[in-house]
Nanobody, 118 residues
Framework: QVQLVESGGGSVQVGGSLRLSCAAA????????MGWYRQAPGKEREPVAV???????DYAESVKGRFTISEDNAKKTVSLQMNSLKTEDTAVYYC????????????WGQGTQVTVSS
């Protein structure tokens, strides 16, 4: 079953912006953290930004100052505003959610492609 759904991916030019959004299914409850990861061809999946239930966020060094993550606890959604995009940001972006129900584990979305071209 699809438990996290991402949207907002696409193709942009260098310096452009995109906003990714992710919504957790109704069956997922007790969310502790939500975040975004990405995987470029030939590379391992890496964390991009994570935000906890108190609103505290952490970012990968490569995106600090350019990306902003935000979470709406009531709506069980998380967004990633990406500005000043670089070609190095090209990857499949995955939404992740640490929750306790129906099972205590990390839930993943199917991924959305972000392509930044020059």
């Amino acid at each position: 079953q699809v438990q996290l759904v991402e949207s907002g991916g696409g193709s942009v030019q260098v310096g452009g912006s995109l906003r990714l959004s992710c919504a957790a299914a109704g069956a997922i409850n007790g969310i502790k953290n939500m975040g975004w990861y990405r995987q470029a061809p030939g590379k391992e999946r890496e964390p991009v930004a994570v935000v906890d239930s108190d609103g505290f966020a952490d970012y990968a060094e490569s995106v600090k100052g350019r990306f902003t993550i935000s979470e709406d606890n009531a709506k069980k959604t998380v967004s990633l505003q990406m500005n000043s995009l670089k070609t190095e940001d090209t990857a499949v972006y995955y939404c992740a959610c640490d929750a306790i129900s129906p099972m205590r584990r990390t839930y993943w979305g199917q991924g959305t492609q972000v392509t930044v071209s020059s």
